[in-house]
Every structure is written in structure tokens, then in C-alpha cells.
């Protein structure tokens, strides 16, 4: 099995793999059941990758900013509006920090190839188009990654 998410991040408690692992290295069976492991990433602790259900209320966090934000700026309940302010806060805070406010408040981080860049715009607009959709977010690998994380090869890890 090779691995399909070129990815450097070094940070505590990542694997050394994972820190300097490229496309084509190869992983054992055994770490292939455990999520992430495929990615050289640790099972568990900061780096690993971050459990669906944290990931979900980070999303729900970053929806109720939005639509907060855009209620705030319309004088009125958003509506569609929301959505909008969504697309925005999003892009503009991984490309700024790396991670969005959903993120930051439950300890999470965007991971992409280019650890301790700031995340390419085009990576941020193509992700958070996806998960503005919603389906993409749904259909996750055997790694834990929506669809929308593979295609833009980043995952949302623990920080700490």
C-alpha cells in the first residue's frame, strides 16, 4: 500500500515517517487499521488525525460564527447569507492561521504539504467549496479524510 498524502508536518508527536515521508513509501499491514497510520501520521495525541465527531462540531462552531457574523452585518436573521460569510471566514482564516475558528477552539489544525506555510488560497477555496457542499465532508477514507481534504491532500489534525 503507498501513500497518497504527501504531506511534511513536523510537529510533537509526529511520526518521523510522516515528518519526511513522500509519495511512494511504503506502509505495513498493521498500520494500515489504524487512521492515519497510511499517512505517517501517530495513532493517537497531537498530529494524529483529528476523530470525526471533533471535526463536526468544529464545522457547526464555524456555521454558528457565520451566520452570527452575517446577522450582525444585515441587522436581520441571515438567511442565505450565512452561507457567504461561511465561504469567507473560512478561506480567510486558513489562509491566515491555518485553521478555522471551530478549529482553534477545539484543537485542531489544517495539515498540508507545506507545514508552516500559510495554506495556499487556491487549497482553502477548493476545501471550503467542497465542504460547503457537504457531501464530500460526509464520504471519508479508511484514513478518517472527507473527500474534500483528499482532493486538496490536507487533514485536519490534532494540535494538542
Do not use: C
Not at 499491514?29 to 495525541?45: C, F, T
Not at 488525525?49 to 436573521?77: E, M, S, Y
Amino acid at each position: 500500500m503507498s501513500r497518497v498524502f504527501p504531506i511534511r508536518y513536523s510537529g510533537p508527536g509526529v511520526s518521523r515517517a510522516y515528518a519526511g515521508g513522500m509519495a511512494g513509501d511504503e506502509t505495513t499491514p498493521s498500520q494500515s487499521r489504524v487512521k492515519g497510520a497510511a499517512l505517517g501520521l501517530p495513532a493517537e495525541g497531537p498530529g494524529s488525525i483529528a476523530p470525526f465527531g471533533t471535526r463536526a462540531v468544529a464545522f457547526v462552531v464555524d456555521v454558528l460564527v457565520a451566520a452570527v457574523a452575517a446577522g450582525l452585518v444585515l441587522q436581520r436573521l441571515p438567511q442565505n447569507w450565512s452561507l457567504l460569510a461561511f465561504g469567507v471566514i473560512t478561506v480567510a482564516s486558513l489562509v491566515l492561521a491555518g485553521r478555522t475558528p471551530g478549529h482553534a477552539l477545539l484543537g485542531l489544525q489544517l495539515a498540508h504539504p507545506r507545514q508552516g506555510q500559510r495554506v495556499a488560497l487556491w487549497r482553502a477555496v477548493v476545501r471550503t467549496g467542497l465542504l460547503m457542499v457537504l457531501v464530500p465532508a460526509l464520504v471519508v477514507d479508511g484514513d478518517g479524510r472527507g473527500l474534500h481534504d483528499r482532493l486538496t491532500q490536507t487533514a485536519v489534525i490534532r494540535r494538542t
